[in-house]
């Protein structure tokens, strides 16, 4: 499924409690502490751990959520715009991550940019709802989607880093 | 180099040119629409668009064709499936479709039936009733571009299911999914069980080999969420199927012959004919039909599910004592080799972990996953905090 480093770092994402969506008007805004507690905690850690590698911040109700991931590649920094909004049916089913800027550049993708997942992400996900969050999202969806596709991309020169790219058309 | 004002100038010129160019074929459309008809003819000549339909009539196979006129239906999904349901419906006359994508058409899409290459950029919900309105102008059409799974635009997908119908105001008479994901077919599923609204969903495998058809009348059935999702068995070893490279394949066959089958269903549902499908899946590489029903679950994580199971017992209750129609048929089929193959490169000790009990299914019918039934809780959770959400939301940024 996924590897040994990926397991270790999920196991320290803590577990969500509330089973609520954003329907939910009673309960969603503490599912969406919990979301923020959990995602601080995975960013914190992954700071230690010297790979801290996204940012991640919602509208004020918690239903649309932007950010950036960066990936580290022959020692530059390539960093990419995310967002998603959450569907009415989380925590159910997982929300669909776009990567608007790779969108055309790989076939690992849906219309919009939405990152095609492995056919493993949505088993573990149900098995896990409500308990997984946006955390595990990050962690077992896009992480090892950009592990994946940033260097088959810069491999074929579909992304180009911004400083080489200023230098060839300097 | 020009300047601002020549281009502006430049542009209005272009907008004129359009308008002309778009009045001139609106003229050359409405002089080749046919007029609208009033009442379905059964006279046999050619210029009678439902002669054909209305012969089910005399060879006795439906009862009352013309009562399709009444019906409203909702297509989820304007895709490979959708957009040829949405074309065989209107052809047969439905009375409305309610049409909901947020897609746009590509050239991507061209090995689908339905959309042509000199619609690509248009909405696919645009293009589709500009399409069928010519096909047939005595259809009404009501078209919604957006994604049905966010917030607001579920509300008001919830409030044209329950009040878009032919008569403004009375429900649809049946929602199909037509859907590509599991967001989208999970929110239907909400949907149809909050409004205790009958449904058909659909499906293609990724593989484009194999799809299904299931109607689910919420508290009698099995809901979408009852059960993990349902997939007819392709019979290919998992670890032959390459995955590099491609999210998903499709065939113009298999979503013609999905479609066709859901449309067959759809016609029986309404027109009362035959036998109506709970279950109907389709292997295209042995050519294998399995069908079956599924009775609502009793532990449905949907609270509606239940709530509609609850009052799908009283009405049966209420009702004399009619014989449950068992539509379940027993497939029998020479060999036996359906592998049930439900995770692949996972290890041992996960899938037993992972792996809950798999639901009494006929031959070439299982679940895309199991659930283990008792969730362990291991791994620590979230603390209790005293931070306040603003808070947790500055700190996230903070960091």
Redesign the interface.
Known sequence: MTDEATRRTVSQIPLLKTHAGPRDRALWPQRLKEEYQALIRFVEQNKAADNDWFRLESNADGTRWTGTCWFIHELLRYEFHLEFDIPVTYPDTAPEVAVPELDGKTSKMYRGGKICLTEHFAPLWARNAPRFGLAHLMALGLGPWLAVEVPDLISKGLVVHKERQREASE | MATVEELKLRIRELENELIKCKQKQCAVEDALQRPKIDIMSAEVVDSNPYSRLMALKRMGIVDDYEKIRTFTVAVVGVGGVGSVTAEMLTRCGIGKLLLFDY??V?LANMNRLFFQPHQAGLSKVEAAEHTLRNINPDVSFETHNY?I???EN?THFMDRISHGGLEEGKPVDLVLSCVD???AR??IN?ACNELGQIWVESGVSENAVSGHIQLINPGETACF?CA?PLVVAANIDEKTLK?E????ASLPTTMGVVAGILVQNVLKYLLKFGTVSYYLGYNAMQDFFPTMAMKANPQC?DRYCRKQQEEYKKKVAEQPKVEVVKVEEEVVHEDNEWGIEL?S???EA?LQA?TGTVPDLPEGITV??T??AE?KES?????E?E???ED??A???K?
């Open positions: 897609d746009k590509e994604n799974t966010t917030m579920f994901n599991f967001e999970m929110a909400t969420a993990p995955r490279g491609v999210c998903a994580n995770v490169e996972v290890t996960e992972a895309a996953y659930i283990p969730v791994g620590e959770t979230v603390e905090t931070q306040s959400l947790l939301m700190q996230m940024r960091l």
